[in-house]
């Protein structure tokens, strides 16, 4: 069994960590289970649990929200870690007949026995209570991989693919990523705003609570910022939870070599990115680039990748996609929080993103789409790599449901219910970071949720049909207009 103990908090050992099964016992605070919210997770000023300020009629309670009785709660997992891996995935950990608490904070305050509940909060009030009988609770998903801002579409590429042309073809000849980086910089902030926003909002009807929004549409610097821009307005405006990448690397911009390109960014792209950060304008998480053949080699991917480390990112990167680079084991040496695509990873590549609990993330959408070998999820399972997944909606692969992405891992990689879900919430917080706050029921996590129909064994639930539609809630804590 592979867990993530050396994350797990104070208090929590290694024996409860390794006996982290489904259960039925209360975890709530101060029990054994519980999970302390991170002191820095909730600035002191912020509005709370709130996607819009308080209006007129609206209830004033102790509590955000109490959903009540539900059939099942999928907590995921429950002793703090931070993945799951190995024999830990193979099962999730699963209440019955159990309620769950929001506080005003937007954090999970208790979860546990319908009845412990009740009695526990029978004196509290509540802004608002679901009765969740028939239901089930699952944790929002986490989509740990998406292009979401751009403009134009590439509907004409469709028909060139299904003639025969390969990504690779249409790349060369100008189109793919290149076509989408003339319209992108042609268009208005507003005009990549709105249609970001509508994206959003489907893949939040699709149950998505916290997704990756990559730039990388822009490649030259006034453009890659507008784009960063427009995410960041939507990390403090809208109730999605949202992690930056900075993705200017995706291509190498017309007129530049590779060298040429990664020079511009170490040297202009990423002190900007710095001195906007510090001063509180644009929040960036992650750094990406587009390891692949014909785009950046190895050696341009390693000093980008090195550079946006020193400037205090985490490394998340495309690597291994559409030719054997050795990105996996770049990335393993380079302390990398993830790599995605990985289809033609090697089997060096596979141990050593498992000695570096370096996360998978796997695209089952884009394989299909590109008619690509799948990833070998299996191997990279049973070798205890962290595996997670991301729908890698972008104008390629026009996908925003999660529920469909883990169908598509169970039947083209041969996942399993319980792995996909897995993937599909702890482990895609992982790779972004955020597995502290995110991608599991625990006492202390920030209260992101979908509510099913359910009738059924609780991993069944993971089947597009029974995910489709859920209602999803987000607690997100906005950050104050303006502020950082
Ligand atoms: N492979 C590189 N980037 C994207 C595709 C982006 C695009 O084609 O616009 C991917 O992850 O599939
Ligand atoms: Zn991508």
């Known amino acids: 069994m592979v867990v993530g103990e050396e994350l797990i908090p104070p208090g929590v050992g290694r024996a409860a960590a390794a006996s982290a ?54 907590l995921v997992c429950t002793r703090g ?18 309620s769950l608490v929001v506080g005003t904070d937007g954090f999970i305050k208790a979860v546990g026995p319908a009845d412990t509940i009740q009695k526990q909060f029978s004196e509290e009030t509540f802004e608002e209570r679901i009765d969740c009988s028939e239901k089930c609770i699952l944790p929002g998903l986490v989509d740990a991989h998406t292009h979401p801002v751009w403009a134009g579409d590439r509907v004409h590429e469709f028909a060139m693919k299904l003639a025969g042309a390969t990504y690779m073809d249409i790349h060369q000849a100008g189109g793919g990523i290149n076509f989408t980086v003339e319209r992108t910089r042609q268009a208005s902030e507003e005009e990549l705003f709105s249609s970001f926003q509508q994206r959003l909002q489907c893949m939040k009807r699709a149950g998505t609570t916290l997704v990756e929004c990559k730039s990388g549409y822009g490649l030259n610097l006034e453009t890659e910022l507008k784009m960063l821009r427009v995410i960041e307005r939507a990390r403090r405006e809208l109730d999605v939870g949202i992690s930056a990448t900075y993705c200017g690397a995706h291509s190498v911009p017309k007129g530049k070599t590779a060298t040429e390109a990664a020079d511009d960014i170490i040297n202009n792209h990423l002190p900007k990115l710095k001195e906007l950060g510090r001063n509180g304008q644009i929040h960036v998480d992650n750094i990406d680039v587009f390891c692949e053949k014909g785009v950046f080699d190895l050696d341009s991917t390693r000093r980008i990748l090195q550079a946006g480390k020193d400037t205090g990112l985490q490394i998340n990167f495309h690597g291994d996609e559409l030719h054997p680079m050795k990105a996996a084991e770049l990335g393993a040496e380079l302390g990398a929080r993830a790599i995605s695509h990985l289809e033609e990873v090697s089997d060096e590549g596979i141990a050593a993103m498992a000695t570096a609990r370096c996360s998978a993330v796997l695209l089952p959408t884009t394989a299909y789409m590109l008619r690509l070998k799948q990833p070998r999820a299996r191997k990279m399972l049973d070798e205890g790599v962290i595996v997670a997944l991301g729908s890698d909606f972008n104008p390629n692969a026009y996908c925003f449901s999660m529920p469909m992405v883990m169908h598509l891992a169970c039947v083209n990689m041969r996942m399993s219910m319980p792995e996909a879900l897995a993937a599909a919430t702890i482990n895609a917080a992982y790779a972004l970071g955020k597995s502290h706050t995110h991608g599991s029921l625990e006492v202390g996590k920030q209260g992101d949720l979908i509510i099913i129909n359910s009738s059924r064994k ?27």
């Not at 870690?81 to 159990?98: M, N, P, W």
Request: aromatic residues 2%.
């Open 81 to 98: 870690e931070r993945f799951l891996a190995g024999d830990a995935v193979r099962s999730l950990a699963v209440l019955e007949g159990a």
């Open 21 to 74: 099964r489904p259960c039925s016992t209360l975890l709530s605070q101060g029990g054994a289970a519980c999970v302390p919210a991170p002191s820095s997770a909730v600035p002191p000023s912020v509005p709370i649990g709130r996607d819009r300020p308080a209006a007129p009629g609206d209830m004033a309670g102790d509590h955000r929200l109490l959903l009540e009785n539900a059939r099942q709660v999928v």
């Open 458 to 484: 609780a991993e069944e639930d993971t089947h597009p049909k029974c995910l489709t539609p859920p209602r999803p809630v987000s607690c997100k804590p906005l950050p104050l207009k303006g502020a950082f």
